[in-house]
């Protein structure tokens, strides 16, 4: 079973950065798809990136450009760089994780962390 822990959430100004983290148990995520989402109050969840198990990298609309995603095998963890945060990105961004190759379809990740709150003041 795949456990996912997200932290690095938090209280930002329009402008800055922040990076997230999800740090994996019980599997290797070198074997896995993994994945950000993230979904604002009365919001879908969205896709944000996603990195697969030979390193391709995705990315969602929304982001793209201000938002890097990266793997440390030897943590077992994925990071999710933000920059020029805008108030538009306030939500629960969401880590998740996947042994197929469809990574920005959120129904196909089985496996889902509680999610950290980024809230961006203008």
């Known amino acids: 079973q795949v456990q996912l822990v997200e932290s690095g959430g938090g209280l930002v100004q329009a402008g800055g950065s922040l990076r997230l983290s999800c740090a994996c148990s019980?599997?290797?995520?070198?074997?896995?798809?993994m994945g950000w989402f993230r979904q604002a109050p009365g919001k879908e969840r969205e896709f944000v990136a996603a990195?697969?198990?030979?390193?391709?990298?995705y990315y969602g609309d929304s982001a793209k450009g201000r938002v890097t995603i990266s793997r440390d095998n030897a943590k077992n963890t994925v990071y999710l760089q933000m920059n020029s945060l805008n108030p538009e990105d306030t939500a629960v961004y969401f880590c998740?994780?996947?042994?197929?190759?469809?990574?920005?379809?959120?129904?196909?990740?089985?496996?889902w962390g509680q999610g950290t709150q980024v809230t961006v003041s203008s």
């Open positions: 998740a994780a996947q042994r197929g190759m469809s990574p920005t379809t959120k129904n196909d990740y089985p496996f």
């Open positions: 019980g599997r290797a995520i070198s074997s896995h798809t």
């Open positions: 990195i697969t198990w030979n390193d391709r990298t």
